[in-house]
């Protein structure tokens, strides 16, 4: 079965600029509607287009599946992570004040990491998902 | 004014589609009908003020579920047309419709004590929304108090959430992660 | 009348839930199942934004010149709600194409017939 042409060409031109979106959501959640969880979504979306139109085993050369496995879990440590990281210098748990030289810029940052731990998760187990559905009809 | 008009239009659509989803057999049109339905109450979101929601509904609800509720079907439709519609009912409708009618007028009944939509002085709006409303902005620095919420007052939560998502996924490939491996099972039984 | 308008909202959103709910216990197909359940999920989601919503209010990100703002409590629990709920999604829908593996259909009676359960 090969794609359409038009297919094609529709799919390389979106796929840069849903990549785009998905990280300008991801970095600019602060300021806008926005963050993690929308961006790990809309990024692993312009994988899934790439998928879909290109073929399962591209896809996979791009992202191995050992790869995805990997990035889920360094999300959720980068989120762990951040929370241990102020209990030596004095805070609570998760408590990001003091992270930075004074609060504002300490909950700034502690809020960016955060959401980057998010939206990596969230894309590493939708693409991860996806890649299992569409894995087990291919033989 | 137009707030209540789009309101009540989109509710519309979505009582008409989700009749139209109980009523149809062909899985593949439920499917679709499920991404409208979606998107639909995606458009809702917005109309209620809550973008980051719909944000989330729209690429969630409308694109990913659609798309791995259409890797499912094509794995499990049948191997004779037609492939995707779902036996006829077999037992009365009628139990069911009277369970659901008698939990839904004990659901009406409850929202007669509800403050009406858009109460300002309900008793949700006047407790700890308001104290995100007025701190999120001079204790965090974020404009956005969603995420405010959601990453810094809300953290503990989010980091559950995280785990929840990141179980389901490992879960997801324990269960057909992988080649199927039937046949070589099968050939394994045969030579023992 | 006052009463209809301050309330037809939740009355549209509980027949939408109780639509879902009728979908997942009258119907034997696993997939059919799976997406009623999808449905009262989204109308429970709907409840509660509309339980957050105020009069005038604007999206919750602080802006010069607003005063009032939507509640962004409900925002939250629903926005990880939703991601956390195709993840759930996804998890159900492999068990389905486990069960026809081993079974070779999704219908419930079908089901409770090969394993004599019914």
Redesign the interface.
């Known amino acids: 079965m090969k794609p359409d042409l038009i297919l094609r060409l529709v799919a390389k031109f979106v796929i840069p600029l849903i990549i785009l979106f998905a990280l300008y959501v991801q970095f600019h959640g602060d300021f806008g509607p926005g963050g993690g969880f929308q961006a790990g979504v809309i990024f692993s979306a312009a994988f899934i287009l790439y998928a879909l139109v290109f073929g399962l085993d591209a896809a996979e050369k791009i992202i191995p599946s050992r790869w995805l496995s990997m990035l889920a879990a360094l999300g959720v440590i980068i989120y762990a992570g951040v929370g241990v990281v102020s209990l030596p210098l004095g805070g609570n748990y998760l408590d990001y004040s003091l992270l930075g030289g004074n609060q504002i810029a300490g909950q700034h940052l502690g809020i960016l990491l955060v959401e980057l731990g998010v939206g990596i998760t969230v894309a590493a187990a939708m693409l991860i998902l996806f890649f299992s559905f569409a894995g087990r009809g291919r033989d | 004014m137009i707030d209540?008009v789009i309101?009540?239009t989109l509710?519309a659509f979505?009582?008409t589609t989700?009749?139209a989803?109980?009523r149809m057999t062909n899985?593949f049109a439920?499917?679709m009908l499920?991404g409208i339905?979606?998107l639909l109450?995606a458009g809702?979101?917005v109309v209620?003020?809550?973008?980051?929601?719909a944000?989330?509904?729209a690429?969630?609800?409308a694109?990913?579920?659609t798309?791995?509720?259409l890797?499912?079907?094509?794995?499990?439709k049948r191997p004779q047309k037609p492939y995707f519609d779902?036996?006829p009912?077999?037992h009365l409708?009628w139990l069911?419709?009277v369970?659901?009618?008698i939990?839904?007028s004990a659901?009406?009944y409850g929202?007669w004590d509800?403050?009406?939509?858009?109460?300002?002085d309900?008793p949700?709006?006047i407790h700890?929304?308001r104290y995100?409303?007025e701190n999120?902005?001079p204790?965090?620095?974020?404009?956005?108090?969603?995420?405010?919420?959601?990453?810094?007052y809300?953290?503990?939560?989010?980091?559950g959430?995280?785990?929840?998502?990141?179980t389901?996924?490992?879960?997801?490939?324990l269960?057909?992660?992988?080649?199927?491996s039937?046949q070589r099972i099968e050939g394994q039984r045969d030579e023992t | 009348m006052d009463f209809f308008i301050g309330h037809y909202n939740y009355w549209v959103v509980i027949v939408l839930m109780m639509v879902g709910l009728y979908t997942v216990i009258s119907r034997g197909n696993l997939i059919k199942k799976i997406i009623g359940l999808n449905m009262f999920q989204v109308s429970v989601f709907l409840l509660y934004i509309s339980l957050g919503t105020v009069e005038g209010g604007a999206a919750p990100i602080i802006a010069e010149g607003v005063n009032t703002y939507s509640n962004p409590l409900p925002h939250v629990l629903i926005l990880t709600a939703i991601v956390v709920g195709v993840a759930t999604t996804a998890l159900a829908l492999a068990l389905v194409v486990r069960i026809k593996e081993s079974y070779g259909t999704i219908e419930e009676d079908e089901i409770h017939h090969l394993d004599h359960s019914l």
């Open positions: 209540i309101d009540v509710l979505l009582v989700s009749v989803i109980v899985l439920i499917v499920y339905f979606s109450s809702l979101f209620m003020d809550a973008p980051d929601v944000f989330t509904e690429a969630v609800g694109g990913i579920s798309v791995l509720m890797a499912t079907l094509a794995l499990v779902e036996a009912r077999a409708p069911p419709l369970v659901v009618a939990t839904g659901l009406v929202t509800i403050p009406a939509f858009g109460d300002p309900a949700a709006q700890v929304a995100y409303i999120a902005m204790e965090t620095g974020v404009p956005n108090i969603v995420t405010a919420v959601l990453a810094s809300r953290g503990f939560d989010t980091l959430e995280v785990t929840v998502i990141f389901a996924a490992v879960a997801v490939l269960l057909i992660g992988g080649r199927r039937n």
